[in-house]
């Protein structure tokens, strides 16, 4: 007996097949629509779009289950990404029962499945590439493993096509078991983005090749706290065969005390009245060298990190600094800003993404940005953060027409009584006052909405002429 799996993408977070077998099942189909409360069935996590239980049930054994890749496919045993799928999810299946002693030698019944038939139906099985913001995941899923398999087709498709985690790895330096852990752990739940914090005001454990003196004075420790580029790279590929998304996070011009250890004159000095404090803010935005290092310095980022997308933070910049030294109060007077240094810092933001521009990256910034009234470019991603006034500040970011995230409802770092998960289950990200995509009333999606990122939803603004993803 065997099944048949269809995949539309090659994107191994999720399981997508169609299986047939050689059974009648006179009907004995039960739908259940997603819904809250006991299964007889078991758990589906995440839950599906649509669920068709039947109470057929065929035995799985390792005695005599495998999978290998369907003659119709268009990829097959070369495809690495694959061929470790299959593996992980064998031992996944399989590994109590042979633990207990069970192995592929004992002879298999004729109640057994036998074998999975893996399909990718795509014409571009991505064995070789990385997963993006537009990679399909829809699927057909037939088949719940419990010792045992019921016959149950599933239909689904995320209704974010991002679904991340952050992790911060300069507060807190996490080995890299635990940083795999946590990859494979998402992939489980289907998340397919893992949001690398990678430094931050306390250090600055990223190794960089072209400027290692700012692990080496920045980290907690420069050679036990600090992710190598063969670290990087390891996590990357760890993820990709998980179908997981790296984004990196380099935060400026504020968080970046870490920096400043290591890159002479990168971080603007402090006075007290006339005279230096002995302390620092944030970037130095009058400074040529500070664009020259931070152009050598993101060159090599768009190298090491192979996603489309780099998050260059600009969140909670204290302006105390700049307006404390007279050498920024010229610089602005000089500019025309007078005293509005949200325009220092909007001067700094757009040179920088002027030399992102230049590594053909797409970048997002923290929300802060937008709300002091930065001009940015209008593929600019905001991210919206900020616990209070979420659905008013989606408005006005979507309605300015830039595409924004979210992941203010979801930050696990704050700790309460009683069971915090049932507020990040209620936060609804669509819950903004937009116009309905389509007349049918069953569609409440509104036409800023074309994309969702998952702890991040993004949301793409109904512009006139804007290119939105497939």
């Not at 996944?92 to 019944?109: D, V």
């Not at 116009?435 to 049918?440: E, I, M, N, R």
Request: aromatic share 14%.
């Amino acid at each position: 007996m065997f099944a048949t799996l269809k995949f539309a993408a090659l994107l191994l977070a999720v399981v997508v097949c169609w299986a047939t077998q050689d059974y009648d099942y006179n009907d004995a189909e039960i739908d259940e629509e997603p819904t809250l409360g006991d299964s007889p069935y078991g758990s589906l996590w995440p839950l599906p779009q649509k669920v068709k239980i039947s109470t057929v049930v065929f035995k799985l054994s390792g005695a005599s289950f495998h999978i290998f890749d369907a003659k119709e496919s268009s990829s097959g045993a070369s495809c690495r990404l694959l061929q470790n799928a299959y593996r992980r999810y064998d031992e996944y299946i399989f590994t109590s029962s042979r633990k207990q002693g069970q192995n592929k030698s004992k002879k298999a019944l004729a109640s057994d499945m036998s074998e999975l038939q893996v399909w990718i139906t795509s014409a571009d099985s991505e064995c070789d590439s990385y997963p993006s913001v537009t990679s399909d995941e829809s699927c057909e899923f037939t088949g719940m493993v419990f010792k045992s398999i019921n016959r149950t087709d599933i239909h689904d498709f995320p209704r974010f096509a991002h679904r991340g985690l952050l992790l911060d790895t300069s507060r807190h330096f996490l080995p890299i078991k635990v940083i795999l852990a946590n990859l494979e752990a998402m992939a489980w739940n289907k998340f397919n983005v893992f949001h690398w914090h990678i430094v931050d005001d306390p250090s600055f454990p990223y190794l960089s090749r072209t400027f290692p003196q700012l692990s080496q004075h920045g980290a907690y420790h420069p050679y036990t706290h600090v992710y190598t580029p063969s670290d990087v790279k390891m996590i990357i590929e760890f993820a990709r065969l998980r179908g997981i998304r790296v984004v990196p996070e380099f935060d400026t011009p504020g968080h970046t005390q870490s920096w400043g250890k290591g890159q002479k004159d990168l971080l603007t000095p402090c006075y007290s009245g006339a005279s230096p404090s002995g302390s620092f803010g944030p970037v130095n935005p009058m400074l040529n060298t500070t664009y020259d290092f931070m152009s050598m310095f993101f060159k090599e980022v768009n190298t090491v990190f192979p996603d489309a997308y780099v998050h260059l933070g600009g969140d909670e910049v204290d302006f105390s600094c700049w307006k404390s030294n007279p050498d920024i109060q010229k610089f602005m007077e000089q500019q025309g800003f007078g005293m509005d240094y949200s325009k220092l810092e909007s001067f700094y933001i757009q040179r920088l993404l002027d030399i992102i521009t230049t590594t053909n990256k797409g970048y997002m910034i923290w929300q802060e940005v937008f709300d002091n009234g930065v001009k940015l470019k209008s593929d600019t991603v905001v991210h919206v953060w900020m616990g209070n006034k979420v659905e008013e500040e989606l408005q006005k970011v979507t309605e300015a027409g830039f595409t924004t995230i979210l992941s203010a409802p979801w930050y696990l770092d704050y700790i309460s009584y009683g069971q915090d998960w049932q507020k990040f289950y209620r936060a609804e990200p669509l819950s903004f006052k937009g116009q309905l995509a389509s007349s049918d009333e069953s569609i409440k999606t509104p036409t800023c909405v074309k994309y969702i990122y998952g702890n991040f939803p993004v949301f793409w603004p109904n512009t006139p002429g804007l290119k939105m993803p497939k």
